[in-house]
């Protein structure tokens, strides 16, 4: 098995990252219109947007969750963010394999802080319950990624 990481070294490529997400309803051409004022990141009540590359305004949810509550584009004076009837994101939450359920390990942080209930925890005898994410149920809020212990969530754009 080649190292990926001492290939990219070698060949002078860049880690593959996974790419932040823009703030709710922020529009396909955002970059384009953004002009990258702050004024999003200063109303958010929540505080995780957050200024990204090149001063981009990024969702960081490893400082608490998205209410939804449109103040972002509210302030959103170019309407790069607009807040409309459509979806805000196809941002869902993905269980990685260091989860400490399937580690056997009794956690169920995730599903406790998890309001709208998108994950849902398997019984089974002699076992410790292991966590499901029910995609369609789950909005994206991020809720479930701070309090995880192990890390284990991740906020991802969901295609269909």
Do not use: Y
């Not at 953004?34 to 004024?39: A, E, I, P, S, V």
């Not at 292991?130 to 789950?138: A, L, R, S, V, Y």
């Not at 990624?145 to 991740?154: E, G, H």
């Amino acid at each position: 098995m080649v190292d990926t990481s001492r290939r990219n070294l070698l060949f002078g490529r860049k880690p593959q990252t996974i790419a932040a997400p823009r703030p709710p309803w922020s529009k396909p051409n955002f970059v384009d219109i953004c002009t990258r004022c702050g004024d999003c990141v200063s109303a958010c009540p929540t505080q995780i947007i957050r200024v990204g590359d090149a001063g981009f305004p990024t969702v960081d949810f490893a400082h608490g969750e998205c209410s939804f509550c449109g103040e972002c584009s509210r302030v959103c004076n170019t309407k790069a963010i607009e807040q409309s009837a459509a979806e805000p994101w196809s941002l869902r939450a993905v269980r990685t394999d260091n989860c400490l359920a399937l580690k056997n390990i009794e956690c169920r942080i995730c599903g406790e802080v998890c309001d709208v209930r998108a994950i849902r925890f398997e019984l089974a005898i002699g076992k410790v319950a292991k966590p499901h994410i029910n995609t369609e149920q789950c909005t994206g809020c991020g809720a479930c990624v701070a309090p995880c212990p192990s890390q284990s969530l991740n906020i991802l754009e969901i295609t269909t």
